[in-house]
């Protein structure tokens, strides 16, 4: 065990579109590249790429309005500096970098857009479809160059005062250095690129949380990974970690910022290679975790919980709101249902903490399992801008056949549980069914998106790529027109998951279905007719053995990398022509 009672709370969760890394990096050979293509904005730039070579390397541009320092380099890890010239050009224009190593080449796009194409487009349909749209009229919009195809997105919409409904809801909030952030984003590809199968990803299936400590007699501060969760048959399950696992050492070093930083970016855009090297003490086993194509499942862990004497419960661990090709993520959820109903579970306790949302029709389908949707209850009411004919719709339960039919479900939710994760709170809520709910306080997203180009599969063509993007378009109510849930539901019982850690000495985390893991815990405790142990009367019991405060620290960790949001409550309007389902 370890002891951790300095231990800072000062979380890196990836959102629920995020949840492994895309590969965005040449990986093959002796040479390792940090990025397959640069994009610059039209003005006079420059960037970085990565090389990391088993030996000696050449970069050759293929125009002379490319500059790179330097054009050669050996064995080792170098850095790049790559530079383009200013642009007059009205339309994007593309070249493309060569890197030979050891006889082979490897391409890396250069892409230079003109400034104002992208921009007009986004500020066009955000015209139309922003929930706020009267604001996006009213601002001026600057179509100087970006350096990147979404940068004109991400300074126009925080920028806009009046895009706020009095209760406090917006498109995205503050962290907890008070900066902001939106939900609203875009997409890019090569126009001759395929999509990207949905029901795979290429990463490490690792999720880390991220604590620091302060080392008292050298006053520095060292960082240690808590793994959260592992997904299934992933690399990371397959090199032996395991959720509770803390990792103190990063390619055989203790994690300072600099490793931690290092860490941060080879988990996130593979920079550094796809091996990663982790290990819980100096000297303890090493567990190296190879980066690749894994399989998705939202349905992380299910369970049919059974004690002597006691209630039988069912327990889920459902990680994001995604359909999957030919529904097949859906039907796995159904398939846990049946598995439920089969056993005659008297009680369901559902885990949400870290599902930061997804599509709204998995959401539907979800809460049509739990609750009795038939004689047309009411899902879900969805409200539009102005400018939008029709400004109101709603959708209705489904009739699932192996719904459990239940008036009482306990939900596990923490601040990582958004958009549609809190949509099945407010839902259910919305037709009277008791939601317990267990843990913290959540995002509080009660807005979702719709997808642009509307009512086409095809991406917005404009130069050599093409973009889809997922603005905030309408406000989320449910059958009893609640939709008050801006700053985040809060816990029916507050139950921090990793109070242990943080208090006890010689603790840890549990595995999920454990029931000594603490939030499951809490749910049991109730379920069996007593009152969950809650956070303000486990801090007054380990009062004494607490010996620094999150707030006294809280500014030593600092969130290295900004990553976006991309959870979402993502309604389609293929979900209105969809016919219940049996």
């Known amino acids: 065990m370890k002891n951790i009672s300095k231990i800072l709370l000062a979380a890196i969760l990836i959102p629920a579109l ?154 995205g909030g503050y962290d907890w250095q008070n900066k902001r952030y939106i939900y609203s984003y875009i997409d890019q590809k090569k126009a001759t690129r395929a999509d990207d199968d949905g029901d795979v990803s290429f990463g490490f299936g690792i999720e880390p949380f991220t604590y620091t400590v302060k080392d008292d007699p050298t006053k520095t501060t060292y960082y240690t990974i808590l793994v959260t969760w592992v997904r299934p048959e992933g690399p990371a399950d397959a090199a032996g970690v395991k959720r509770g696992m803390f990792m103190d050492y990063y390619r055989g070093a203790r994690m300072t910022r600099s490793e931690y930083l290092d860490f941060l970016y080879q988990y996130y855009y593979l920079d550094g290679g796809t091996l990663m090297k982790l290990a819980e003490e100096k000297d303890s086993e090493t567990y190296s975790v190879t980066a690749r194509t894994m399989s998705e499942t939202p349905v992380l862990y299910k369970k049919v919980i059974t004690r002597s004497g006691k209630p039988t419960v069912g327990y889920l661990v459902y990680n994001e709101f995604e359909f999957g090709k030919n529904n097949a993520f859906d039907n796995e959820v159904r398939a846990a249902f049946k598995e439920f109903k089969d056993a005659n579970v008297n009680e369901l306790v559902l885990d949400l ?75 259910l809520r919305g037709i009277d069914v008791e939601v317990i709910h267990i843990g913290d306080v959540t995002e509080g997203k009660n807005v979702g998106m719709e997808r642009i180009p509307m009512n086409t599969t095809d991406w917005k063509t404009i130069g050599d790529y093409q973009y889809e993007m997922w603005p905030i378009s309408f406000r989320i109510y449910n059958a009893k027109e609640n939709s008050d849930y801006a700053k985040g539901f809060k816990p029916t019982y507050a139950v921090d998951e990793f109070r242990q850690v943080k208090y006890v000495s010689d603790s840890k985390i549990f595995d999920f279905g454990d029931p000594e893991e603490e939030l499951l815990k809490a749910a049991l405790a109730k379920i069996d007719g007593g009152d969950p142990v809650t956070d303000d009367k486990f801090q007054e019991q380990f009062k004494a053995v607490r010996s620094v405060s999150a707030a006294e620290v809280l500014g030593e960790a600092g969130v290295a990398i900004q990553k976006p949001f991309r959870g979402g409550a993502k309604l389609l309007q293929s979900d209105f022509e969809t016919a219940d389902k049996q």
């Open 353 to 427: 903490r870290y599902n930061g949302g997804g599509y709204v029709s998995c959401c539907r389908m979800l809460t049509s399992l739990i609750a009795d949707g038939s004689s047309g209850k009411v899902f879900a009411k969805y409200k539009y801008n102005d400018s939008r004919s029709p400004k109101t719709r709603s959708e209705n339960y489904y009739v699932e056949a192996n719904s459990l039919k239940r008036t009482k479900v306990y939900v596990l939710a923490t601040g990582y549980s958004a958009s549609a994760s809190e949509m099945v709170i407010n839902s």
């Open 18 to 171: 995020l949840l492994s890394c895309k590969k965005d990096s040449a990986d093959a050979g002796n040479i390792k590249l940090s990025k397959s293509s640069i994009t610059f904005g039209s003005g006079a730039s420059s960037n970085t790429l990565i090389v990391d070579a088993q030996s000696d390397w050449a970069i050759e541009p293929s125009d002379s309005w490319i500059t790179v320092t330097p054009l050669r380099g050996s064995r080792g890890r170098t850095t790049a500096t790559v530079s383009v010239k200013a642009y007059e050009g009205t339309s994007q224009r593309t070249g493309k970098l060569t890197i030979t190593n050891d006889g082979k080449t490897y391409p890396v796009d250069i892409i230079q857009n003109s400034g104002s194409e992208v921009s007009m487009w986004i500020y066009d349909e955000l015209c139309t479809y922003y929930y706020w749209n009267a604001a996006v009229k009213a601002a001026t919009p600057d179509y100087t160059p970006h350096e990147d195809y979404n940068d004109f997105l991400s300074a126009l919409l925080p920028g806009l005062n009046s895009a706020k409904d009095s209760d406090g809801t917006m498109d």
